[in-house]
C-alpha cells in the first residue's frame, strides 16, 4: 500500500526565513514523488518532481529512501508563496498512474 | 482557455438523486483522470482512462459510480442515488504518454463542487 503523510497542516512563517514542508511516505517498491501547489482561487499544479532534480520558483526537493522522506524547501520565503501545498506518490514499477497525495499543508508567509 | 475544464462547477442535490460531470481534457492528452477531493484532505484518486479504455478504477469507486469517455476526449463521471458522503470537489487531471516509464505531468481542471442535501 502507498501512503503520504505531511505532519504539518498549518506552516506560518515571516517574509525571508526558510522554509521546510515536510513529506513522508510509506511504499516498499520504486517510488516517485511530486510537489503539487494550489495558489488562491487556482487549480492544483505541478511544482516539482524529484526525478527532475530542479529547483522551480526557489524550492527543491531531496528525495531521502532511508528516511522515506520528500522535504520541500526554501530558504527564503516571498508572501506570494503563500499556498497549499501537496506532496504526492507514484509507484514505478506498478505501471499505474494514479497519484496518491498527503493531505496538504498550508503555507502562510507574513510580512 | 486551453487548459482542462469541467462543468459544472458547482452542484447542489438532494439524496437520492442522480448527477453527471463533465471533464474536457487539453485537447492532445490522450490520459485522463478522475480524484474526489474531501475537505481537509488531499486529492483521492478514482479512476483513469488511457484513450477510451478505463484502465484503473480505485476501490473507491462503489456501484454507484461511473465514468466513462466514449470517444476518448471528453469524460463523464455519474453518481447514481447520491449519498451525503458524496460530497466533495470533483477534480478532473489530463496528461499526454511520455515514454520511458517516468510519469507524465497530469494537468488539474478546476473542479466541480457537489453537495448532497
Known amino acids: 500500500a502507498q501512503r503520504v503523510t505531511q505532519p504539518e497542516k498549518l506552516l506560518s512563517v515571516f517574509k525571508g526565513a526558510p522554509v521546510e514542508l515536510k513529506c513522508n511516505y510509506s511504499y516498499s517498491g520504486s517510488p516517485e514523488l511530486f510537489w503539487y501547489v494550489q495558489y488562491s482561487r487556482q487549480r492544483l499544479q505541478l511544482l516539482l518532481r524529484h526525478i527532475s532534480r530542479e529547483s522551480i520558483k526557489g524550492f527543491t526537493a531531496d528525495l531521502n529512501k532511508g528516511e522515506t522522506s520528500f522535504h520541500l524547501k526554501k530558504p527564503f520565503a516571498q508572501e506570494e508563496d503563500s499556498a497549499m501545498y501537496y506532496c504526492?506518490?507514484?509507484?514505478?514499477?506498478?505501471?499505474?498512474?494514479?497519484?496518491?497525495f498527503g493531505s496538504g499543508t498550508r503555507l502562510q508567509v507574513q510580512p | 482557455d486551453t487548459g482542462v475544464s469541467q462543468d459544472p462547477r458547482h452542484k447542489i442535490t438532494k439524496r437520492g438523486q442522480n448527477v453527471t460531470f463533465r471533464c474536457d481534457p487539453i485537447s492532445e492528452h490522450n490520459r485522463l483522470y478522475w480524484y474526489r477531493q474531501t475537505l481537509g484532505q488531499g486529492p483521492e484518486f478514482l479512476t483513469y482512462?488511457?484513450?477510451?479504455?478505463?484502465?484503473?478504477k480505485s476501490r473507491l469507486l462503489s456501484d454507484r459510480f461511473s465514468a466513462e469517455r466514449p470517444k476518448g476526449s471528453f469524460s463523464t463521471l455519474e453518481i447514481q442515488r447520491t449519498e451525503q458522503g458524496d460530497s466533495a470537489m470533483y477534480l478532473c487531471?489530463?496528461?499526454?504518454?511520455?515514454?520511458?516509464?517516468?510519469?507524465?505531468?497530469?494537468?488539474f481542471g478546476p473542479g466541480t463542487r457537489l453537495t448532497v442535501l
Open positions: 504526492a506518490l507514484r509507484g514505478m514499477d506498478t505501471g499505474r498512474r494514479a497519484l496518491t
Open positions: 482512462f488511457q484513450n477510451e479504455a478505463q484502465l484503473e
Open positions: 487531471a489530463s496528461s499526454q504518454r511520455t515514454s520511458g516509464g517516468v510519469a507524465d505531468t497530469q494537468y
